[in-house]
């Protein structure tokens, strides 16, 4: 398994400022993963972060408004720009890890931006 | 395209009962077949997996799935259910091969009465 610390956990926010999330990894990965689960909704994939290149986004989801680093391969940063009230949500990183590629996933970041 | 569905928004069982969770999905390919747990507050939990061989699969806390080829489905179920299963319940999706992409259904809230 992986043990995946995100930060901050929670955080309410003022409207048109940015905010970076941090997902930590206890163990090596090649793939990590930025999800977004707005109020009362199922899971949606924003971003694909490989270590060393670009983050591929979904659509529906751009670089400016979601830039992401992923510096080495135990950790990734996802920024929320500009934020308004429909970005309150909760973001969660995942990784691939084990031999049985399962997917695992951390405690979330959860935003409100008032 | 990749989809899930999970018919039941709700599905409302007493303590010790059985239980049921349904998911249906759809995907070119053979598919990996993921259940995942979200506690109040909480990320998201792994329960269990399929991936290839036996039908039945076991995993965490007592829960095992039933892989339906034939159906496509991928039903979560327990022998005796317990008032801390309360919780919501998503099933998920990714091809056989390629993509680690996982799509989610849109959810089913459990909820045990004592």
């Known amino acids: 398994s992986a043990v995946i610390s995100q930060k901050p956990s929670r955080d309410i926010c003022q409207r048109g400022t940015s905010l970076t999330i941090q997902c930590q990894v206890d163990?090596?990965?090649?793939?990590m993963f930025w999800y977004r689960q707005q109020p009362g909704q199922s899971l949606t994939l924003i971003a694909t972060?490989?270590?060393?290149?670009?983050?591929?986004?979904e659509s529906g989801f751009v670089i400016d408004k979601f830039p992401i680093s992923r510096p080495n391969l135990t950790f990734s940063t996802l920024t929320v720009s500009n934020m308004s009230p429909e970005d309150s949500s909760i973001y969660l990183c995942?990784?691939?890890?084990?031999?049985?590629?399962?997917?695992?996933f951390g405690e979330g970041s959860w935003l409100t931006v008032v | 395209a990749q989809s899930v569905a999970q018919p039941e928004d709700q599905v409302n069982v007493a303590e010790g009962n059985p239980l049921t969770v349904k998911c249906t999905y759809s995907?070119?390919?053979?598919?990996?077949l993921f259940w995942y747990v979200q506690y109040p507050n909480r990320g998201l939990q792994f329960l269990l997996k399929?991936?290839?061989?036996?039908?039945l699969v076991k995993g965490s806390y007592g829960f095992e799935a039933e892989f339906n080829k034939s159906q496509t489905s991928f039903h979560l179920k327990k022998p005796s259910a317990l008032v801390s299963d309360s919780a919501l319940y998503f099933c998920?999706?990714?091809?056989?091969?390629?993509?680690?992409?996982?799509?989610f259904g849109t959810g089913t809230r459990l909820l045990v009465s004592p």
């Open positions: 163990s090596q990965v090649t793939m």
């Open positions: 972060a490989n270590q060393g290149s670009e983050a591929t986004y």
């Open positions: 998920a999706v990714r091809p056989y091969t390629g993509f680690q992409k996982l799509v």
């Open positions: 399929y991936i290839t061989g036996d039908n």
């Open positions: 995907v070119s390919g053979n598919p990996y």
């Open positions: 995942s990784v691939v890890a084990g031999s049985g590629n399962t997917i695992y």
